[in-house]
């Protein structure tokens, strides 16, 4: 008996074949418009991230939700998705949807991809929710150099993670303390989807977050450029976050011009997952302004 599509419970699945494998997108809601989610990186997905907004902001606006290459549904993927493959594939799904402009909603990984797509493709951007974004990090010396070797380790950036992970209680563990600062009402749910992910693909960083790693800087630094978005943008950062520092995002937000930045008090990485209430209504007012 052939398994259900990958997050196909949160909506239709429509497939976007590429020259390296096939993006899996869930679609759901007909009117209004269209909103691109796009998540973060390593076992992450669009049923993880998005699982509590793709719902509401169906009632109102026509949803894409992007599983990233090697990701979610996009498995398999033959082929290195780094910055300015993922940007493409971004193109690719617009394209596929005859979309020429769309509102990018977008979380850590996710986050930077769409404040990068947003600088390098303002005319396809309306608007832009940032969710605790990458692409705005930089690090001391001997810390950054042990990412860098990390990066490009595959024993220490797969293997090794792919077999800590394999405990379910490893991943309860991490959502706890890395994605998490507080309690999370479906994180059973959300701990049993991350551990199915493990057993089925491993656990690994993202192609892209291993490129953005250069030996003595980032290779991946969007802040010297965050003032040419021009599209209204949203920037939304829990202030307990253990990845992305309050302060960084804040920082971020204020070199975007006319930019929002909105701090949920007592989050941590995923505040989308741990406070959806109040990061949804963030979200579908915003997209109504």
């Not at 990233?68 to 998705?81: E, H, I, V």
Request: with cysteine; proline share 7%.
């Amino acid at each position: 008996m052939t398994s259900p599509p990958f997050g196909s419970d949160l909506g239709d699945v429509v497939r976007v074949p590429q020259p390296e494998g096939s993006l899996q997108v869930i679609t759901r809601g007909e009117h209004g418009t269209p909103v691109l989610l796009l998540s973060g990186a390593g076992n992450d997905s669009a049923s993880l991230s998005w699982r509590r907004l793709v719902p509401v902001l169906a009632e109102s606006h026509r949803v894409l939700a992007l599983d990233w290459p090697k990701q979610g549904g996009s498995t398999p993927w033959d082929g290195t998705a780094d910055h300015q493959r993922m940007l493409r594939c971004i193109d690719a799904v617009l394209d596929r949807f005859d979309l020429d402009a769309v509102d990018l909603v977008g979380l850590s990984q996710g986050g930077a991809l769409a404040l990068a797509y947003a600088i390098e493709r303002p005319e396809r951007v309306s608007r832009l929710v940032a969710l605790a974004p990458a692409g705005i990090l930089s690090f001391p010396p001997i810390v950054h150099q042990l990412l860098w070797v990390t990066a490009r380790c595959r024993l220490l950036n797969r293997t090794l993670p792919s077999l800590v992970f394999r405990s379910r209680a490893v991943c309860a563990w991490f959502a706890r303390t890395s994605l998490f600062a507080g309690p999370v009402d479906d994180l059973e749910g959300i701990v049993d989807e991350f551990h199915a992910d493990v057993l089925a693909h491993g656990s690994a960083s993202s192609d892209w977050q291993n490129a953005s790693i250069g030996f003595r800087r980032m290779n991946v630094d969007l802040r010297p450029d965050l003032h040419c978005i021009q599209c209204p943008t949203l920037v939304i950062q829990g202030s307990k976050d253990v990845a992305v520092a309050p302060e960084r995002s804040r920082a971020a937000a204020e070199a975007i011009p006319g930019a929002r930045f909105e701090l949920i008090d007592g989050a941590g990485h995923w505040s989308n997952r741990q406070c959806p209430d109040r990061v949804n209504a963030l979200i579908t007012g915003f997209l109504a302004d």
